[in-house]
């Protein structure tokens, strides 16, 4: 009889990265000088969480040839796209986007004034007059726009002139501001394009919603290093090109992948429990709502071995690749560690038709010997390092951690004689090495 060495002692730690900047808010700030109180121009520049700026400018009394330039420049939703720099093929949406927070609006003025937004930010537009007066509706378009359109990476915020006559408002106009040039958005595109080419060809022809959304989130997550201190971190670029970014480039660089795949992304925004805002995405598979957190996806388990009595380290195994925990996840687990504010409604997620662990064969509602040891088989053919079990709640997980080590099944499915495994009871979760 073989002699077999069981239950060596590992405790986890898992690595959790949040954002410290509150993405695509950059609100109208209160505050500003009262029209009615000057004869002059006031400016004040704000500069919120997001690192999104927006610059007030009060322009009282204004004369005649004001006006008449105020009207000749109204933007319509009509003219979105017109003196546009086409940076990107605008006139047709990718399939996958359907213009998620643009649906949410109120038919009408609100969808009018997303139409007005987008049209001045993808074409360079400055001192375009808007066809409303509410600054907060205004700044909220701003944020949809933002949310449905990862490829304005370059936009780094916006500015309101308003016109005012006997301290009354009578106009209000936008320019966009930006982190950089048409010349450079140009540099960057086919850059840009390489990198979505590449990892597009990761996924086969014929491959179903579900294996699009992990072959991106898998590509990214093995591409990407996590670095506060990465230059243009609040958009795609820094992900496609810098390789390092945080929260929201790895939540962007995942939605303009899977759009141009034809599977539905949107961002979802809020915080973690630790209290840092961050972001991540919601994804539609089969008709049914997932959140995806690929930021999350490169926070790997860091295993060690400690001593029972002392507490000492005495072994740091090699952290995995990457961590599915939070691929294809229900509002229930995402609000485990999570806590969602977004600008726009998110539908509740509570199918796990589409959970990485449900689609892998790796989710446990019971002892199923069969269907374990086909698990076991199916990662030793694909020469992985380790497996993850996944139990469908805590008296599932113990049942297992029962039959597995207890009674010492798990050398029923292991090839060696000794088993290294870590326990993560937070997620029903046992990871054991091959």
Not at 358 to 369: A, C, P, Q
Not at 396 to 419: C, I, N
Request: with cysteine; hydrophobic share 35%; charged share 25%.
């Amino acid at each position: 009889m073989r002699n077999r060495v069981l239950l060596i002692s590992i405790t986890t730690a898992i690595l959790l990265n949040g954002c410290a900047q509150i993405p695509y808010i950059a609100g109208v700030q209160e505050g500003v000088t009262d029209p009615a109180e000057t004869d002059a121009a006031a400016t004040e520049q704000v500069t919120d969480g997001s690192g999104y700026e927006s610059e007030i400018i009060v322009i009282n009394d204004y004369d005649n040839d004001d006006r008449d330039e105020m009207t000749e420049d109204v933007i319509g939703a009509s003219e979105i796209h017109d003196n546009s720099i086409k940076p990107f093929d605008t006139s047709k949406e990718k399939s996958g986007s359907n213009l998620y927070a643009y649906q949410s609006l109120k038919d009408g003025m609100e969808k009018d004034l997303y139409n007005e937004i987008y049209g001045i930010l993808s074409g360079f537009r400055s001192e375009v007059y808007m066809s409303t007066l509410d600054t907060d509706i205004i700044d909220h378009a701003f944020s949809c726009v933002l949310i449905d359109h990862p490829e304005l990476f370059y936009v780094k915020g916006y500015s309101i002139k308003t016109y005012t006559r006997n301290g009354v408002a009578e106009k209000i106009a936008m320019s966009g501001s930006y982190i950089m040039d048409e010349e450079e958005i140009r540099d960057y595109l086919p850059k840009i394009d390489d990198y979505v080419k590449n990892c597009e060809a990761t996924i086969p022809f014929d491959a179903d919603e579900y294996t699009r959304v992990k072959k991106v989130y898998e590509y990214i997550v093995r591409n990407t290093e996590y670095d506060k201190n990465a230059p243009n971190n609040q958009n795609i670029i820094s992900v496609f090109v810098g390789k390092r970014s945080i929260c929201q480039g790895y939540a962007k660089a995942m939605q303009y992948i899977l759009n141009d795949l034809g599977v539905f992304c949107t961002l979802v925004e809020g915080s973690v429990k630790e209290g840092e805002h961050h972001v991540w995405d919601l994804v539609k598979i089969d008709g049914k709502y997932y959140h995806v957190d690929p930021t999350w996806g490169d926070s790997p388990y860091n295993r060690v071995n400690r001593d029972s009595e002392t507490g000492e380290i005495t072994k740091q195994f090699a952290p995995s690749e990457i961590n599915y925990d939070y691929l294809c996840i229900t509002t229930d687990e995402i609000k485990l560690t999570h806590e969602i504010v977004n600008p726009v409604p998110i539908p509740v997620c509570d199918s796990v038709d589409s959970n990485y662990y449900v689609r892998e064969g790796l989710y446990f509602s019971s002892i199923d010997e069969e269907a374990l040891e086909q698990a076991f088989i199916r990662a030793y053919n694909s020469k992985e390092s380790s497996i993850t079990i996944k139990c469908s709640d805590e008296m599932v997980y113990a049942d297992m951690k029962y039959y597995l080590f207890d009674r010492q099944k798990v050398f029923k499915y292991l090839v060696d004689t000794s088993v290294n495994y870590a326990e993560i009871p937070g997620h029903n979760e046992i990871l054991i090495d091959l």
